[in-house]
């Protein structure tokens, strides 16, 4: 059956079309997303949601996306979407942080020019039929020293626009390197250095608890008098009381400002101030910029839906579709790993431990660490998956290490998990052969040959002889039939387990007459998805 997707905010035609290209059913209700009630009255029949900012996906929405697999958002900002909530749900939030990065980049630039010369009052003024030559003195850019807080992607643009217009940069940046800083022909600079020395300062950095008011009032009196302060970014990003004192004060000479602590913005400090710019959050609006991001999302809620590939998530580790076909029957085998040990563990699991040797080591580690996270709590709630694994584990306290090894064994690689609980520690190890298949290759230290099948048997005893026939005589009273059985040992005479491979669930009633022989240590049920 195919995937089936709402776009319930504006996106254009092409966009919409890239979904049913890819042989996914689309509704186009662009209104929709400012109907709540209605929203929420449809949302069940869907696997992927597509918005831009007016469709909020609030918990209460979630609740009643019972089939939704991944909201993609044409744009780079989710504030409209509960990420923490999705993520209990299961459901993948991706954005499209690359579709308008040139755009934003743009618009910086632009709102420098326009703070440097003043354009707008001067604009204004000459509408109203004045001819105020002398008032609107500006300053050049040329030769200005430019403060850029945050050089990644957008930011890393707008430097190269800067230097383009022979402004020396400098860039505030804990994860730019000194070697790409150079490459990119700025000067990598402490913040307070940056402060002290930039006629002007442009932000490009995330809202987070690190970032948020980053130019506090404190900082901005650090800053050189006359400098100028440019905000595409994030709200929140500036104390605008305190930059609006500072303007008045005449220590700042002017602002231009995108974004704001609050938005809507219909009222605010800096509004009405000599020298400031104030636009309504237009640094993505271009028709280029909207075109791109919602083409982009289009592709990649199709890509995940029909390919598993992961591209821009907020809420899991990206996949590409390269990634995907690769890793598959790895992230297959991480699962089934989980779930094997998943099912054997009855007791509160304190801690995961998940050691990646060869090949697998060098593969996407953090979806291998959700999908094995995801196996293992799968047993205990059946519709945990990889996006809502790591947040549940997190919640249950438990704790999860990643080692990583370079080939150590006759394989080219493989997965060993312990999962340490409160009253004993398990392991198991697996690998994928060259027929693409996941095989479990040890367990509890015994090596082991083992496919995974959909009904299996786990036993363990002592290596003794004739439990085997033990075995098949009771399924076989039981109407059981057995299909197939791969056997495993310590040592001779030390201790044995067998996996037994039935045609169907194994009841309770076989499990008992098993354990009641008195052959069998420990008897377990184990099932599988298989696919």
């Not at 999302?297 to 390919?307: K, P, R």
């Not at 394989?411 to 004993?424: Q, W």
């Not at 059981?480 to 056997?487: D, E, R, Y």
């Not at 044995?496 to 009633?509: F, G, H, K, L």
Request: glycine share 10%; with cysteine.
């Amino acid at each position: 059956m195919a995937p089936k997707v709402l776009v319930s905010d504006s996106l254009s035609e092409t966009a919409v079309q890239i979904f049913r290209d890819r042989g996914i059913e689309v509704d186009f209700e662009p209104k929709l997303g400012k109907d709540k009630e209605k929203l929420a009255e449809v949302i069940g029949k869907y696997d992927g949601l597509a918005i831009r900012s007016a469709t909020k996906v609030t918990a209460k929405l979630l609740e009643n996306a019972t089939n939704l697999k991944v909201v993609g958002r044409a744009g780079i900002g989710t504030d409209n979407v509960d990420k923490e909530a999705a993520s209990k749900k299961g459901v993948i939030v991706m954005n499209t942080p690359f579709g308008n990065m040139i755009t934003t980049a743009e618009h910086a630039i632009a709102m420098m020019f326009a703070v440097a010369r003043q354009i707008p009052e001067a604009d204004a003024s000459t509408q109203a039929g004045k001819w105020e030559k002398s008032k609107f003195m500006g300053v050049e850019l040329t030769a200005k020293t430019l403060g850029v807080i945050g050089a990644g992607n957008i930011g890393g643009i707008v430097c190269d626009r800067a230097r383009g217009l022979k402004m020396k940069v400098i860039a505030y940046d804990p994860f730019l390197g000194e070697e790409k800083a150079a490459n990119m022909g700025v000067e990598k600079v402490e913040l307070d250095e940056l402060l002290k020395r930039a006629d002007f300062i442009t932000l490009h950095v995330p809202l987070t608890d690190s970032t948020r008011n980053i130019l506090s009032r404190e900082n901005l009196q650090k800053t050189k008098p006359g400098v100028r302060i440019i905000n595409c970014a994030r709200g929140g990003l500036v104390d605008e009381q305190a930059l609006a004192d500072l303007i008045k004060s005449g220590h700042v000479a002017g602002a231009a400002f995108d974004v704001f602590s609050e938005e809507p913005a219909t009222e605010n400090p800096l509004f009405g101030l000599p020298n400031v710019v104030c636009t309504p959050h237009l640094g993505a609006s271009t028709t280029e910029a909207q075109e791109n991001v919602a083409l982009q999302v289009a592709e990649q809620m199709a890509n995940y839906l029909l390919d598993g590939a992961v591209e821009n998530a907020l809420n899991m580790p990206s996949m590409t579709a390269e990634e995907a076909k690769v890793m598959g029957p790895w992230v297959k085998l991480a699962q089934h790993l989980g779930g094997f040990i998943g099912q054997m563990t009855e007791d509160a699991i304190k801690a995961i431990n998940i050691t990646f040797d060869g090949v697998a080591s060098e593969m996407n580690l953090k979806a291998l660490d959700a999908a094995v996270v995801s196996g293992i709590l799968k047993a205990s709630q059946p519709d945990v998956n990889m996006v809502s694994a790591p947040v549940i584990a997190k919640e249950r306290g438990i704790q999860i290490s990643t080692t990583s090894q370079d080939r150590t064994g006759a394989f080219e690689g493989y997965i060993k998990v312990t999962v340490v609980s409160e009253s004993k520690e398990r392991s198991i190890a697996g690998t994928v052969f060259s027929d693409g298949k996941p095989r479990f290759i040890q367990i509890k230290g015994i090596n082991i040959d083992a496919e995974v099948g959909e009904h299996m048997l786990y036993t363990t005893n002592e290596d003794v002889p004739g439990i085997i026939g033990k075995l098949g005589t009771v399924l076989g009273e039981h109407g059981v039939n057995l299909a197939n059985f791969t056997l495993g040992r310590s040592k001779q005479g030390g201790e044995a387990i067998a996996i037994a491979y039935v045609d169907e669930e194994v009841s309770p009633a076989v499990v008992k007459a098993l354990k009641d022989s008195g052959n069998f240590k420990q008897v377990k049920p184990l099932e599988f998805t298989l696919g």
